[in-house]
């Protein structure tokens, strides 16, 4: 059931009510909830394979519980993020909690990010999340608990932090992200995860065997702060603002999201061997010591493919460029921490 008011239906949802069907819980009144701080919900109901619209059922009592009255946007297509967005601030809302999984939460972090950039004076929307889909790598990063019921609880509990993002341009394309954007192997394991309907714990770990076996190491050319850095064939470059991707890989174990920094992680390309070899290491994030593997900090990075386009992993969406530039955009967002 979505609760709405009647001035606060969002036409593009896949389900609305029309105002003569609004439902609110008994223990509101119309007058009442006026008054009351708004909470915009994102839902994305087939996140993590379903899951997402299975567990709402139970998650809706507890969220009007723990955060008051609450707006739900259903959602399917990430295009319509921003119109609820654009919507929710025009209403004073203040906060907005995304339950889905990479592509809702990348799709949010872009619009809030655009509108955080056009109204730079205007308070800043809070986010938050409530992890369901198969990655959950940010979640990992911030302590958010897996359990759903927890995360709600944790979420109510939780304060705005200031939040740096990612910014990359590609092409006519600019884009943000909020955990890791990673050029290589990555866009290849996107591409085949993004492909499995039904995905396990396994999936991810699966995908990245895979592209090992078949990828070919690209020649490549980074520039940290406008001096080289490295210029050869590479396996991967990661570009973290958060320390875990691919459900669980620590690949930049140091990160921090509020150093106004990137960390960024090289690896060379070596035999196939050494690099499976050395798998296991990336998930305790003890890799940074092995000899094919390049660690520095930087405000700005620039990736180009020496000889043709590489692909590229946004938080888990794919796309491919031959010349990229992330540029860190310090605090721009306040995250729920």
Known sequence: ??????????????????????????????????????????????????????????????????????????????????EHLDQAQAAGVQRVIAIG?????????????????????????????????SGRDWARYRNIPMDV??????????????????????????QYFLNIASAGLSGEVDMRVNAIQHRRPWTFLQATIAGILQHRPQPMQVTLDGQAWYSGPAYLVAVANGTTFGHGMRIAPKARSDDGLFDVVLVEGVSRPVILSALYRVYNGSHLTHPAVRYAQAHTVRIEGMLDTVGLDLDGEHAASRDMVFQMQPGLMHILG
């Open 101 to 133: 999984g990479d592509g809702t939460n990348h799709a949010l972090v872009n619009a809030l990010a655009s509108l955080n950039e056009r109204t730079p004076d205007a308070a800043k929307m809070v986010y938050g999340q409530i992890p369901i889909g």
């Open 149 to 174: 019921r927890a995360a709600a609880h944790w979420i109510a509990n939780a304060t705005p932090q200031p939040t740096d993002i990612g910014l990359v341009s590609f092409g006519n394309e600019r």
């Open 1 to 82: 059931m979505v609760y709405c008011l009647s001035h606060l239906v969002w036409k593009n949802s896949v389900t609305a009510c029309a105002p003569e069907s609004c439902l609110l819980p008994e223990r509101f009144t119309k007058k009442k909830v006026l008054t009351m701080a708004r909470t915009l919900i994102v839902l994305n109901p087939h996140a993590g394979s379903g899951r997402a619209g299975r567990l709402w059922k139970e998650l809706e009592p507890l969220l009007w519980e723990v955060l008051g009255e609450l707006i739900v946007a259903i959602t399917q297509r990430q295009e319509d993020v921003a």
